[in-house]
Nanobody, 117 residues
């Protein structure tokens, strides 16, 4: 079955960096675009960015543009989120998502990122 497993979260000081991973299984990873989302405590889930199946097209939310980088390795069935210059507002649970159709999508369990001095 489809499985997405995020990892790489942790606690980091403002200005620091983290790299998240999303390991995918149970589907043809190389075929589908993937996305990152995050949810701050008590708020709605927020879109962070997405990457096309061949990495040719990558898009970011304004809040992370220039600081975060999404990439993928289709041989390893893994997507990455490199996060630089992290700020307290980036504290959230980060999720990866794959969408097969409008009403058919899957999410990982999330990984916590905490930015605090």
């Amino acid at each position: 079955q489809v499985q997405l497993v995020e990892s790489g979260g942790g606690v980091v000081q403002p200005g620091g960096s983290l790299r998240l991973s999303c390991a995918a299984s149970g589907f043809d990873f190389y075929v589908y675009p993937m996305a990152w989302y995050r949810r701050e405590h008590g708020k709605e889930r927020q879109w962070v960015g997405r990457i096309s199946s061949d990495s040719a097209f990558i898009e970011y939310s304004n809040s992370v543009k220039g600081r975060f980088t999404i990439s993928r390795d289709n041989y390893k069935n893994t997507m990455y989120l490199q996060m630089n210059d992290l700020q307290p507002d980036d504290t959230a649970v980060y999720y990866c998502q794959v969408r097969f159709s409008v009403d058919d999508d899957y999410w990982g369990q999330g990984t916590q990122v905490t930015v605090a001095s």
